[in-house]
Nanobody
């Protein structure tokens, strides 16, 4: 089982930027698909961005053009660069990792989450 540890959350004003990091333990990181999800108070967890082992990315419509997901396989780390932040981006952000035999977001490993708060 992959262990995931997120960092980089915090409090930022609207229009600001944050970069989240998620460090993974274990081997075969480069073969895994990775993603970021978020959960706001009283809401269900939702997809933010994903990146495949081959580097293909996908984003939810709400963050497209503002957020960028990337990965550094040498460091076993996935990043989420968040620009032009809005108050509605306030949530706990979770990273997730799945093997090629798992469904990202459904099965696999999850981090403990990092809080992002955007003030207006």
């Amino acid at each position: 089982q992959v262990q995931l540890v997120e960092s980089g959350g915090g409090l930022v004003q609207a229009g600001g930027s944050l970069r989240l990091s998620c460090a993974a333990s274990g081997t075969f990181f480069s073969f895994n698909n990775l993603g970021w999800y978020r959960q706001a108070p009283g809401k269900q967890r939702e997809l933010v961005a994903t990146i495949t082992s081959g580097g293909r990315t996908d984003y939810s419509d709400s963050v497209k053009g503002r957020f960028t997901i990337s990965r550094d396989n040498a460091k076993n780390t996935v990043y989420l660069q968040m620009n032009s932040l809005k108050p509605e981006d306030t949530a706990v952000y979770y990273c997730t990792s799945s093997t090629p035999f798992q469904t990202l977001g459904v099965s696999g490993s999850w981090g403990q989450g990092t809080q992002v708060t955007v003030s207006s």
